[in-house]
């Protein structure tokens, strides 16, 4: 992330992780998630978020405000 120079960048990403137990068994799974990190000027550094909305629903722009609300 150090050397990117752009505004935004997004990516799809494939994320492994441990299910919650479930009769004492864990589960190991994948999941693809959409990232995006937005460039904050003022502190030169990205705001990264992972998502499981499509790129085509939502801009990089709109997932600031959205994650700005919650």
Known sequence: MRRLR???FE???EIG???R???SQKRFMRRRFGLIAVR???ANTYH???TNTD???ITAGDITD???LR
Do not use: C, H
């Open 17 to 19: 992780f441990f299910k």
């Open 55 to 57: 790129a085509e629903q």
């Open 66 to 68: 959205v994650y700005a």
């Open 6 to 8: 752009r505004k935004t």
């Open 48 to 50: 990264v978020y992972v």
């Open 11 to 13: 990516a799809i990403v």
């Open 21 to 23: 137990s479930y009769k």
């Open 40 to 42: 904050n000027k003022e």
